[in-house]
């Protein structure tokens, strides 16, 4: 199984964070699937995730902002993050929950004007 993240590596303030993850060798109907990120000098932050059956969890310091949702045709999902701010600049990761996890590379976001 592999996952790949796609979407701009920079954002300026007040827009909206889009990142899509491409997964290949495995369904994201059958298996829960999410975010992560992490920004400079901290840890992960578990962001959000959407269950096999389409049902979507958010973190609950950022549920107000994010939204996960997903395109089966293409195997996609895909995170959309508001209102951002410099704080918000992070390495993104998703996620695939199998026997194990299997992790996107990351994908760099700036957010910056």
């Known amino acids: 199984v592999q996952l790949q993240e796609s979407g701009p590596g920079l954002v300026k303030p007040s827009q909206t964070l889009s990142l899509t993850c491409t997964v290949s060798?495995?369904?994201?109907?059958?298996?829960?699937c999410g975010w992560i990120r992490q920004p400079p000098g901290k840890g992960l932050e578990w962001m959000g995730a959407v269950d096999a059956s389409g049902n979507t969890y958010y973190s609950p310091s950022l549920k107000s902002r994010t939204s996960i949702s997903r395109d089966t045709s293409k195997n996609q999902f895909t995170l959309q993050l508001s209102s951002v701010t410099p704080e918000d600049t992070a390495v993104y990761y998703c996620?695939?929950?199998?026997?194990?996890?299997?992790w996107g590379q990351g994908t760099q976001v700036t957010v910056s004007s």
């Open positions: 060798g495995g369904s994201i109907t059958t298996n829960t």
């Open positions: 996620w695939r929950a199998a026997s194990g996890i299997h």
